[in-house]
């Protein structure tokens, strides 16, 4: 019962202390945070007009993006072939090094493959999701080279 009396107490020093709990920043004045209007970082809205792609944009962006997943391939490919003469103390190392990699790429060729599928209304959304994993792909790639050598 006494812990209940001292937060009922903070409770209302809490209430009480001008935008202490207030989402909006001390400085702005106007309406109240569940009258405003949402604004583009509510979830479900495009932060505004999607950019539209002509067929030969979306073809060039396609076929660059297989080529780039083509050569990461191939390079996985020469991974394996050298992971015998790898010495032993790094072999576990380079072969879970080299197992994320594939996993990753071969989640990008699922995507990559779903975009090419995708409608025109849908598909700049997806070409955003293909940038992401193909930056955080390569990304991987140069922090796994000195591991891989």
């Known amino acids: 019962m006494r812990w209940l009396g001292v937060i009922m107490v903070m409770a209302a020093l809490l209430a009480s202390a001008p935008g202490y709990a207030s989402a909006?920043?001390?400085?702005?004045?106007?309406?109240p945070p569940a009258v405003q209007p949402p604004g583009p970082e509510v979830k479900g809205e495009a932060p505004?007009?999607?950019?539209?792609?002509?067929?030969?944009?979306r073809q060039?962006?396609?076929?660059?993006?297989?080529?780039?997943?083509?050569?990461?391939?191939?390079r996985?490919?020469?991974?394996?072939?050298s992971v015998q003469k790898v010495i032993p103390q790094k072999k576990r190392q380079v072969i879970k090094i080299m197992r994320g990699l594939q996993v990753q790429t071969l989640a990008?060729?699922?995507q990559l493959t779903a975009l090419?599928?995708?409608?025109?209304?849908?598909?700049s959304g997806l070409?955003?999701?293909m940038d992401k994993t193909m930056a955080e792909?390569?990304?991987?790639w140069e922090a796994s080279e000195p591991h891989l050598k």
Do not use: C, I
Request: charge should be negative; charged fraction near 35%; proline fraction near 7%.
């Open 48 to 57: 505004g007009p999607a950019k539209s792609f002509t067929p030969e944009e």
């Open 24 to 31: 909006q920043p001390a400085g702005e004045k106007g309406l």
């Open 108 to 110: 990008a060729r699922n």
């Open 60 to 74: 060039a962006y396609e076929k660059k993006t297989a080529a780039d997943l083509e050569v990461m391939e191939q």
């Open 137 to 140: 792909l390569k990304t991987n």
């Open 76 to 81: 996985l490919q020469d991974l394996v072939g």
């Open 116 to 123: 090419e599928k995708a409608p025109e209304d849908t598909w």
């Open 127 to 129: 070409k955003v999701n």
